[in-house]
């Protein structure tokens, strides 16, 4: 089925998706973030901002924003608990088919929803999938690439062991089937996406990376500040996903012993070559 018979045949109504956006302290980005939802050729039934306790006029910016918006909820923590039960927070009050998630500092392409929830729809197989993203920053382009999507499109399939080497999505470009058992972990602030990532392709099989760069970060992919910063809190929030994969008995001992050796190596390469990334991944 292509794009534009799909579409049609959904009569351009609301797709069965709900958003999750959280949000600490991005008053200065979150009007683009929500832009870019609101400018999808396919419009999610359901949008939660999620803020986590921001201390900055975050929540009076989403107000104003969405205050026209029967689709979009703001739900508010006195507390900071971190991303993960914020994103936890926006799934439990979702009752779409699928999730995606959105960094309140970055930015979609305006067909994302509409590719992924097709591709999701005709590949029931997976329960995960993410896609290529885009990197915008000072010494990178300056304007997304929007001219980037046809009907045919490259999919790679990735399985446990393909994640365990590196992590394969970046947390705005995956959909996921609301259905999930798993969650994140809300006592783990970094690294905590690529944990459930591995949780649920441990649990069903694979996932999927669509070859198209849909999402745009207005941050390096690692080592930079915001959700995905600081490196060496993300190389321990790697090293306890394999001691958490361990006592659960999803690897053994000398997987997570060899688990843990490359870890360490990605994190000295990284170490040395901390420039940003930008092109397309």
């Not at 900055?56 to 026209?68: L, R």
């Not at 009752?95 to 994302?112: E, R, V």
Request: aromatic share 12%; proline share 4%; glycine share 4%.
């Amino acid at each position: 089925m292509g794009l534009d018979e799909a579409i049609y045949l959904m009569g351009m109504q609301s797709i069965s998706v709900s958003v999750i956006i959280p949000v600490f302290n991005n008053a200065a980005t979150i009007s683009r973030a929500l832009d870019s939802v609101f400018d999808q050729s396919a419009q999610p039934n359901e949008i939660f901002i999620v803020d986590d306790a921001s201390t900055d006029n975050s929540c009076a910016v989403i107000e104003k924003y969405i205050q026209d918006k029967p689709n979009a909820k703001l739900l508010r923590s006195t507390t900071n608990y971190g991303p993960s039960a914020a994103r936890n927070t926006g799934w439990a009050a979702a009752s779409s088919d699928y999730i995606a998630f959105l960094d309140a500092d970055d930015a979609w392409h305006s067909k994302k929803l509409e590719t992924q929830f097709i591709f999701m729809q005709d590949n029931p197989e997976f329960v995960i999938s993410g896609h290529q993203y885009q990197v915008m920053t000072k010494t990178g382009p300056t304007e997304p690439t929007e001219n980037i999507l046809s009907d045919e499109f490259e999919v790679s399939v990735f399985n446990f062991r393909d994640f365990l080497i590196r992590n394969r999505f970046s947390t705005p470009t995956v959909m996921l089937r609301k259905s999930v058992a798993e969650r994140f972990d809300q006592g783990q602030r970094f690294s905590e996406d690529y944990r459930l990532w591995l949780l649920i392709i441990a649990a069903h099989d694979h996932g999927a990376l669509i070859k198209l760069p849909m999402t745009y970060l207005y941050k390096p992919a690692y080592g930079a500040g915001g959700i995905s910063g600081r490196m060496f809190a993300m190389y321990r929030g790697e090293l306890a996903n394999a001691s958490a994969l361990r006592k659960q008995e999803i690897i053994s001992l000398t997987t997570e012993l060899i688990w843990r050796a490359w870890l360490t190596i990605k994190f000295a390469i990284r170490l040395t070559h901390r420039s940003p990334r930008n092109e397309i991944n």
